[in-house]
């Protein structure tokens, strides 16, 4: 469920090095004062992308849907859209269109004239208008509530008409701020896949903001990951769960386990590290540190195996600990498991079987164990 | 194209409102300045030197030459004035003081009205400012004459004997101020009571405070930026007074506004008014620039 | 403990006595057969008659409303502009100067700025008169429409400005279609709160204004001095009824629109 968007059709211009990039930030730094929103940052995002840019709040990622929204000047650098500097262009003049985060509806028109104004500013004819407004409305499904005014709709309609409205001039490119931030849990997830149809229906480039891992991860084709006005990494969905770059992306994202270590052996395709937590890990890695550094390895809890045997190899990839705690989620089981080193290890398993017989209980002994290419090595 | 035109038109914004405050407001002050440093004399304008712009810098030195302090020696010599000045201040500090007494509880007890009720309460306080000061001050008159409304009333319920004299004393006076400025007090109390979080009191309470101890410990510190600014928008009107003393007042009270005012209209003395004005205007600046420090935290937090 | 106790209803009762009560007596004196305003003698009009038939009043009548009209406009248009100088631009040189001298007006004595704009005039020449009194109006009405406008623009959603830009509108078709209907029942109120405070205005108008354009409050002064009246009760009623009227219909419609908008609002919210 949690990846449809991204594997349902097969769209990756970014690894073609003769596609070019419809928008592009290239070194682009935004200072307020002192403070650093963004700090030299590039960035590229092609046609017919959605794109996500992720990271906590104050990381830089609205400035950056600002200063390509016209709403604010960077400090250096450029951006780029279509082949046009958009250095000195005001919003006005721009082919982007937002959709705020308040969605920004003008309280004192109607649905319809809300969805009109863009239209009437660029002095477009009534009948034209009028039929474009329709199209718009029954695009968003909203052409009974035409005549009501926003304080009259409900939050998720309030978000069909912003939507509606920053669809109408057919933007180039639409930028959505914390899209769904404002609506309730189960009207984000319908919205989340309404969204996906729609700009995969009208071939629209999305730039989406969000702090929300999940919304990210569902929607977007690429993700950036962005801390302290920086992109840490930008990759499909399952490249930046799988294959995090960096201790920040795979805390930042999921729930990981990172252990620490040496590398003691760095062979062509694997490496070996003594974890401090007291037993050896051998893992494929496209990393090769040099023998001796410190290196992290993270693995997410579900590729981690809780059992009661020793397992095949051990001490290798496997380490021996006592059952801390057990948090039964119906679906599946979250064990935090504590190895004799006193590490703490979580690690999750998928009930696929009703009723265990002989469920495994607190404070046993249990052993971890998982595969050479289940997690990933990180440089430090 | 021009991007020099919008950055203009846009300035514009700042620009005309500045500038009339500039030419009407602060140009004025500066004006009342310079001719309370003239002599006063018998023409039109009555005081001298009069600067005549034709007379260029040459002419606007010697005029500066020409100034004096005698006004101001003057109104320091003339026991007057320095009673009228002090009398203002504490007449303006006692009713100030009375004015917060009297509002505090209104406010509070509005603060703590249903929710429902609470838009008609602030409007029926805000109403009566919206009616003329002095038709408000004028009502007066007719209660607290000798023969008034008051007297008559007290008398038939044999509380007094005799009638009280009350019109034309400081009493009435306070009456006055408080009864005019009394809106001005309840609503900054009313809107930082009305924030507070009823929480506060409470969690007070469950740690052992009585209500009488809780409200002295949180709710009064807590409401002090409203006591602070109803406080200013009283005191600094009220010094300079004209309209209470001259209608309620008796000849014998001296408030500097009324010594203004006559000083200007009876004994068309201007250079004397304008240094009565200029001192006056030196005492409230201080008081003035709180104020302003006060709304504009208010503005801010109210944003 | 958030109970609205006996204390609290006593002394809003007691303060909202001591609020109308001079005034209802007012009101009610008007109506009153004699000559005497403190000795009820029977219900009677023919003050109110008096009052019409005092041409002098009523050429002052028309002064005030006249200088009203104008200045409240006059302040209105200034007082947005200071507003939004004052909530948009957060630096420019003499920023705290600018401030000050829309503060200082709320609180400054009358008989200062009176006096101060007075001698102004008269050092530029400008003969004093329905003019000068306008000028004078302006300048002190358009800080209190500065501070009303400028309150509603501090809890001003930027961001439906901002949606219109990105929509296409310039920046002056951005503050006409949008900012301003926006803020108009503000805009309003600040008018309304110009008009009465230069209908009421006394001291200010005795100062700068000269003959032939004397006001109704002056007129009322001088009339005070000699004594009380039921004459000048009348005319005071009327004051205050219009006024009245007024202020209670902006304010019930204002309401009425806000409990329909919380209606619709809960309607929406219910609706999903």
Known sequence: MKSLGSIRRSFSPWTDPSSKPFISFRNVTKRFGDFVAVDDLSLDIYTREFHALLGASGCGKSTLLRMLAGFEQPTSGEIILDGQNLAGIPPYRRPVNMMFQS???????????NIAFGLKQDGMPKPAIAERVTQMLKLVKMEQFAKRKPHQLSGGQRQRVALARSLAKQPKVLLLDEPLGALDKKLREETQFELMDLQQDLGLTFVVVTHDQEEAMTMADRIAVMAHGKVIQVATPAEIYEAPNSRFVADF????????????????????????????????????????????????????????????????NAAEGELWDIAYLGDMTVYHVKLNSGKVVKASSLNAVRAVEDPLGYDQKVWISFDRDAGVVLKD | ??????????????????????VFFLIPFVIVLRISLSEAAIAMPPYLPVFAWADGLSGFIDNIRQFSFDNYVWLTEDALYTNAYLSSLTIALISTALTLLIAYPIAYGMAKAPATLRPTLLMLVILPFWTSFLIRVY??????????????????VGLISEPLIILNTNTAIYIGIVYSYLPFMVLPLYSTLEKMDHSLTEAAQDLGCTPISAFWRITFPLSLPGVVAGCLLVFIPAVGEFVIPDLLGGSETLMIGKTLWNEFNANRDWPVSSAVAAILLMILVVPIMFFQNAQSRLDREGR | MNRWSRFNIASIVIGFAFLYLPIVLLVVFSFNASKLVTVWAGFSTQWYGQLFRNQALMDAA?????????????????????????????????????????YAPLVMPEVITGLSMLLL?????????????????????????????????????????????DLGATPTATFFQVTLPVIAPAVFSGWVLAFTLSLDDLVISSFTSGPGATT??????????????????????????????????????????????????RAAFAAG
């Open chain 1, 103 to 113: 969605y920004a509806l003008f309280p004192h028109m109607t649905v319809e004239t």
């Open chain 1, 253 to 316: 994202i999921g729930d990981v386990n990172i252990f620490d270590g040496t590398v003691s052996r760095a062979q062509a395709s694997e490496i070996r590290i003594e974890a401090d937590a007291g037993f050896a890990i051998e893992a494929a890695s496209s990393e090769h540190p040099s023998e001796g550094a410190k290196a992290g390895f993270a693995i997410r809890p579900e590729k981690i195996r809780v059992g009661r045997q020793v397992p095949a190899g051990s001490p290798v």
């Open chain 2, 1 to 22: 194209m021009n991007r020099l035109l919008p950055a203009i038109v846009n300035r514009l914004v700042i620009i005309i409102p500045y500038a009339w405050l500039l």
């Open chain 2, 139 to 156: 009502a007066w008159i007719a209660i607290l004459k000798p023969e008034g409304l008051l007297n008559q009333l007290l008398l038939s």
């Open chain 3, 62 to 102: 028309w002064v005030t409303v006249r200088v009203g009209l104008l200045s409240a406009t006059v302040a209105t248009v200034l007082g947005t502009l200071a507003a939004l100088a004052m909530t948009r631009y957060q630096r420019f040189h003499g920023r705290v100067l600018f401030s000050g001298m829309i």
């Open chain 3, 121 to 165: 005039f008269v050092a530029i020449g400008f003969d004093r008169g329905f003019w000068t009194l306008t000028i004078a109006h302006i300048t002190f009405t358009m800080c209190f429409v500065a501070v009303v406008i400028q309150s509603r623009l501090a809890s001003f959603d930027r961001s439906i400005e901002e949606a219109a830009l």
């Open chain 3, 216 to 265: 109704l409050p002056m007129k009322i002064y001088s009339q005070v001095r000699l004594g009380v009246t039921p004459e000048i009760n009348a005319a005071c009623t009327i004051l205050i009824g219009i006024v009245a009227t007024g202020v209670l219909i902006t304010s019930i419609v204002s309401r009425r629109q806000q409990i329909q908008r919380e209606r619709d609002e």
